[in-house]
């Protein structure tokens, strides 16, 4: 990413990705994966990632820190949530998600794979609040 920024720097030993211009490093530690994901300005899942994943919402649980940006969490019932840095972020499955501002987004994730939902107490599904 050629940046002096160490929040954006690259991670030694992480596994890298991009999927759908989301940059995403992951580091196995002990059970867990810890991953820096960075979502880029204008990131919106049901245009980026919905056709790539093939899920009409993102169905996976989001636990962690957003060091750096806003997101905007939108649920199947209209539940919304605004994330703004620095924040503690728990995200539960299905939603659609997007960048707010022209700032990047830059979430620090803590997962157990497919057994984060239910690792973390989080509900399978989001519900009404």
Known sequence: MGTTDSLMAPIPGAERREV????????????????????PPGFRWSRDLKGIIGTELCMHAHVGFLAHGQLHIQYANGDGEEFVAPQVVAIEPGHDGWVVGEEPAVLIEFDFEQQTVQRLGLPLVHAQR
């Open 20 to 39: 759908g211009g989301v940059q995403v490093e992951v580091v196995r530690t002990g059970d867990a994966r810890v991953k820096r994901v960075i979502y």
